[in-house]
């Protein structure tokens, strides 16, 4: 089983904090009463728990980004909110209907050329790319190029 990993965007700080700069996080931007790590690097919030699942603290400078549990063909982790390319064709990660998708960036894109089932002028999950690729942790072909809160020019 995949563990459930963050990754955060602090929209005041401009930066991006994975679960290791959270965990050294103590210059006084995030404290450590905001924002708790467990060991297998979920981030929790000590009073938010729902059946025994960690859910992200809610704060208005944190953007929290979900870990797909894939990767990209040169081994970079695919969270929501990362650009990838496919085919030369540029997406952005986003979860939707229940699952991590790849969303269009840009409409000249023909979704049911790109791939095999596609159901949706506008994304395709990425289980669905795995399954049909049959491949195990990494998607080959896709590569991460960026995300939306730190590379937002990418996507125009």
């Not at 700080?13 to 995030?30: S, V």
């Not at 095999?116 to 049959?134: I, K, T, V």
């Amino acid at each position: 089983m995949n563990n459930i990993k963050f990754r955060v965007y602090s929209k005041s700080h401009k930066l991006m904090l994975d679960n290791e700069m959270l965990k050294n996080a103590a210059n006084g931007m995030f404290t450590a009463t905001r924002v708790k790590l467990l060991e297998m690097g979920e981030i929790k919030a000590a009073t938010q728990m729902k059946r025994g699942i960690y859910l992200p603290i809610e704060d208005k400078d944190l953007t929290f980004m979900q870990y797909t549990g894939i990767e990209d063909e040169n081994g970079n982790e695919i969270y929501e909110g990362d650009i990838v390319t496919f085919e030369n064709h540029k997406f952005t990660i986003v979860f939707e209907a229940g699952s991590f998708m790849f969303a269009r960036v840009n409409i000249d894109t023909d979704m049911y050329e790109l791939f095999e089932d596609c159901w949706n002028d506008d994304a395709y999950p990425l289980s669905q790319f795995w399954w049909n690729h049959e491949m195990d942790t990494s998607l080959y072909g896709v590569d991460v190029i960026g995300n939306i809160y730190e590379n937002p020019a990418i996507v125009d």
